[in-house]
């Protein structure tokens, strides 16, 4: 098999590292999961291997195919995620009072961002040999990483929180994965998949602790560096919603990779944004003793009481420049229908939230008015309908009568005459 430009997987807790080519999830000198390993470059083979038209078209995620830690003669399994459009959403920016342009990842082939990790889990899963994978997760990932191990021809095993929401595991079933309802948390599910990779072998696609999941992950980083050389400008600020810590890692490490490399003059802050009931990242990043591992929020996305990746996802914040901001839940709902109700873009609840946390900083001066920021919608709004029902307060019943409609509107004429 051809050769990756990985060097080393490093422990971004005491330095230690180990041979890429190995199965391992973390570093085994540290308790638990908390030897998060991140893998390593040679930036020079890169930029030799590295043809991309920058500023040009971007077919799919794989146009950054030297970035990404699989063999050079590796038979990928893809189905042609990534790619996604950068809107402008000069409605949005009305309302926010803020120029706001939309990355919608929830137009990826299972509707959610995971679909970047998965290509790479399963490539790496089945060119180990393994023919069986998991993950935990509460929903989005469950279906991503379904939908790709049966692309890929291989069995796929999930566990997920009982309360997960029912739209987002109708697509693990019709992809024929065995879903696994954990009666317990999210963290409960995540432990329990770990503990049943380890003792029955499987390949473990958890991105929180896989290093090769943020990997794919930050090939969003790499599109809006791409991106921003074809409008000819950076912007000021990129946004994501934060649960586990990887996504927001994985898309600085991307950006950053591209600056550091010359192909972009300049690198946005990146804005965190977690909701109020799971704010354990937020918390660490600013020194908060209290560190709370519960996850109370409806976007059920980013509802991670223990987050793997902090260490990964603070470092982005700082390195960036940038910071994190707490949403409430009712914040979340008008910003999934604030971005609908401007832009016609359908976004689950944690893929609104960055909406939301753009409100916020806004209120706080972390972001100026005279600034640009991107927003990534993380998932499609059909994968939790129920939020949008509260969000919106549902549909108006009536009789088939046009008085019922009079009713709502007044008459044709009262109508003509408001226009």
């Given at each position: 098999?051809g050769?990756?430009?990985?060097?080393t997987?490093?422990?971004?807790?005491?330095?230690?590292?180990?041979v890429?080519?190995?199965?391992?999830?973390t570093?085994?000198e540290?308790?638990?999961?908390?030897?998060i390993?991140?893998?390593?470059?040679?930036y020079?083979?890169?930029?030799?291997?590295?043809?991309g038209?920058?500023?040009?078209?971007?077919?799919?995620?794989?146009k950054?195919?030297?970035?990404?830690?699989?063999?050079?003669?590796?038979?990928?399994?893809?189905?042609?995620?990534?790619g996604?459009?950068?809107f402008?959403?000069?409605?949005?920016?009305?309302?926010?009072g803020?120029?706001?342009?939309?990355?919608?990842?929830g137009?990826?082939?299972?509707?959610?961002?995971?679909?970047?990790?998965?290509?790479?889990?399963v490539?790496?899963?089945?060119h180990a040999?393994?023919?069986i994978?998991?993950?935990?997760?509460?929903?989005?990932a469950?279906?991503?990483?379904?939908?790709?191990?049966?692309?890929?021809?291989?069995?796929?095993?999930?566990f997920?929180?009982?309360d997960?929401?029912?739209?987002?595991?109708?697509?693990?079933?019709?992809?024929?994965?065995?879903?696994?309802?954990?009666?317990?948390?999210?963290d409960?599910?995540?432990?329990?998949?770990?503990?049943?990779?380890?003792?029955?072998?499987?390949?473990?696609?958890?991105?929180?602790?896989?290093?090769?999941?943020?990997?794919?992950?930050?090939?969003?980083?790499?599109e809006?560096?791409?991106?921003?050389?074809a409008r000819?400008?950076v912007?000021?600020?990129?946004?994501?919603?934060?649960?586990?810590?990887?996504?927001?890692?994985?898309?600085?490490?991307?950006?950053?990779?591209?600056?550091?490399?010359?192909?972009?003059?300049?690198?946005?802050?990146?804005?965190?944004?977690?909701?109020?009931?799971?704010?354990?990242i937020?918390?660490?990043?600013?020194?908060?003793?209290?560190?709370?591992?519960i996850?109370e929020?409806?976007?059920?996305?980013?509802?991670?009481?223990?987050?793997?990746?902090?260490i990964?996802?603070?470092?982005?914040l700082?390195?960036?420049?940038?910071?994190?901001?707490?949403?409430?839940?009712?914040d979340?709902?008008?910003?999934?229908?604030?971005?609908g109700?401007?832009?016609?873009?359908?976004?689950?609840?944690?893929?609104?939230?960055?909406?939301?946390?753009v409100?916020?900083?806004?209120?706080?001066?972390?972001?100026?008015?005279?600034?640009?920021?991107?927003?990534?919608?993380?998932?499609?709004?059909?994968?939790?309908?129920?939020?949008?029902?509260?969000?919106?307060?549902?549909?108006?019943?009536?009789?088939?009568e046009?008085t019922?409609?009079?009713?709502?509107?007044?008459?044709?004429?009262?109508?003509?005459?408001?226009?």
């Amino acid at each position: 098999m051809g050769m990756t430009q990985v060097t080393t997987l490093e422990c971004t807790l005491c330095g230690a590292e180990y041979v890429p080519s190995q199965i391992i999830y973390t570093c085994p000198e540290h308790e638990g999961v908390k030897g998060i390993l991140e893998v390593t470059y040679d930036y020079d083979a890169i930029d030799d291997a590295f043809d991309g038209d920058l500023g040009g078209p971007i077919a799919s995620q794989w146009k950054y195919e030297a970035f990404l830690p699989v063999a050079t003669d590796a038979d990928v399994v893809t189905l042609n995620e990534g790619g996604t459009d950068l809107f402008d959403a000069p409605n949005l920016s009305d309302a926010l009072g803020v120029e706001t342009l939309v990355k919608d990842d929830g137009r990826n082939p299972t509707g959610c961002f995971k679909d970047r990790a998965s290509a790479i889990a399963v490539t790496k899963a089945r060119h180990a040999g393994r023919d069986i994978i998991t993950c935990a997760s509460t929903g989005n990932a469950a279906a991503s990483l379904s939908g790709y191990a049966a692309r890929g021809g291989m069995d796929c095993r999930i566990f997920v929180p009982g309360d997960a929401p029912t739209g987002k595991l109708a697509q693990p079933l019709v992809y024929g994965a065995d879903v696994l309802a954990v009666n317990g948390s999210y963290d409960e599910a995540y432990d329990l998949s770990v503990e049943v990779t380890e003792k029955y072998g499987w390949y473990n696609r958890n991105a929180a602790i896989n290093p090769f999941q943020v990997e794919g992950k930050r090939t969003v980083g790499h599109e809006l560096a791409d991106q921003s050389i074809a409008r000819g400008h950076v912007p000021d600020w990129v946004v994501f919603s934060m649960g586990d810590g990887c996504t927001i890692a994985g898309a600085w490490k991307g950006f950053k990779e591209f600056y550091d490399l010359g192909y972009v003059d300049d690198h946005p802050k990146m804005l965190g944004v977690q909701a109020e009931g799971a704010s354990a990242i937020h918390d660490a990043f600013h020194g908060h003793e209290d560190i709370d591992d519960i996850a109370e929020t409806l976007a059920d996305s980013i509802a991670v009481g223990r987050p793997r990746n902090t260490i990964k996802a603070s470092r982005a914040l700082e390195q960036s420049g940038g910071t994190s901001v707490l949403v409430s839940d009712d914040d979340i709902l008008e910003a999934e229908k604030l971005l609908g109700g401007t832009e016609g873009i359908y976004s689950e609840p944690a893929g609104a939230a960055p909406i939301a946390g753009v409100q916020t900083a806004l209120d706080q001066g972390i972001i100026e008015q005279d600034e640009t920021v991107v927003v990534v919608s993380t998932g499609f709004g059909l994968k939790d309908t129920k939020s949008a029902e509260r969000a919106t307060g549902g549909v108006d019943r009536i009789d088939p009568e046009i008085t019922e409609v009079e009713g709502l509107y007044g008459t044709a004429e009262e109508a003509a005459a408001d226009d």
